[in-house]
């Protein structure tokens, strides 16, 4: 039953060392996003695929970088992580319509960073 | 920019009564607003949308109002439980050629037995 799936759901990673999480969905959705997600804060968002067309958002580091070698499939790579990384890491996915953009999200990844 | 606001303290009631959480908004005349649920740990979970044309939309012992005027909507749990403690967020839809939505940072609700 589960539609979005991101592995791991807890993550432990040491300072500086490139980790990468991953998410598939089988909703066949023309759109994944990835959200950074810290304690009592709104999911803020990373950056989005539409289909294969990539966006960053102006403010994501350049530490953080994504992947999404076909439609259900979408990776997220941490290249250097810093204590301030530690957050949860939601994906999700939407099928874009002039009616609705339900965002439909994964179980997220805890990323805690030693 | 479009923004959202979302009461940041937690809301605290008796089980049994009706939970009211409020989403305002500015800058942006959304055709519909979006609630999800969030429980700690876990990804968020789509509630309940409800369109610009509709004042009223129910689903079980939800209900949402939606008042384009004031830019605000109102979610409400009757008969709350204790099962309905979570974060509820309010989304806006994507504006401007975007395809993101805009996320609330969510109101805590703890409902007490």
């Known amino acids: 039953d589960a539609m979005v799936i991101q592995n791991p759901r807890y993550q432990v990673t040491q300072f500086g060392k490139p980790v990468t999480l991953s998410c598939s969905q089988t909703?066949?959705?023309?759109?994944m996003y990835w959200y950074q997600q810290k304690s009592s804060q709104a999911p803020k968002l990373l950056f989005h695929?539409?289909?294969?067309?990539?966006?960053n958002e102006a403010d994501t580091p350049d530490n953080f970088q994504s992947r999404r070698p076909n439609t259900s499939f979408c990776f997220l790579d941490i290249r250097s992580p810093g204590l301030g990384d530690a957050a949860m890491y939601l994906c999700?996915?939407?099928?874009?319509?002039?009616?609705?953009?339900?965002?439909?999200f994964g179980q997220g990844t805890r990323l805690t960073v030693v | 920019s479009q923004k959202i606001e979302q009461n940041s303290e937690a809301l605290n009631i008796q089980e049994g009564k009706t939970a009211t959480l409020t989403c305002n908004y500015t800058?942006?005349?959304?055709?519909?607003l979006q609630w999800y649920r969030q429980d700690p740990g876990r990804g968020p979970v789509f509630l309940l949308l409800i369109r610009e044309n509709e004042k009223e939309k129910r689903k079980e012992r939800l209900k949402v109002t939606f008042d384009t005027t004031l830019k605000q909507s109102l979610f409400h749990i009757t008969a709350s439980q204790p099962a309905d403690s979570a974060t509820y967020l309010c989304a806006l839809p994507p504006s401007g050629g975007s395809y993101i939505p805009t996320f609330g940072r969510g109101t805590s609700l703890i409902v007490h037995p």
């Open positions: 800058n942006y005349s959304p055709a519909y």
């Open positions: 695929y539409y289909d294969k067309d990539f966006n």
């Open positions: 909703l066949n959705h023309n759109v």
């Open positions: 999700a996915t939407s099928r874009i319509s002039g009616r609705n953009t339900e965002a439909f």
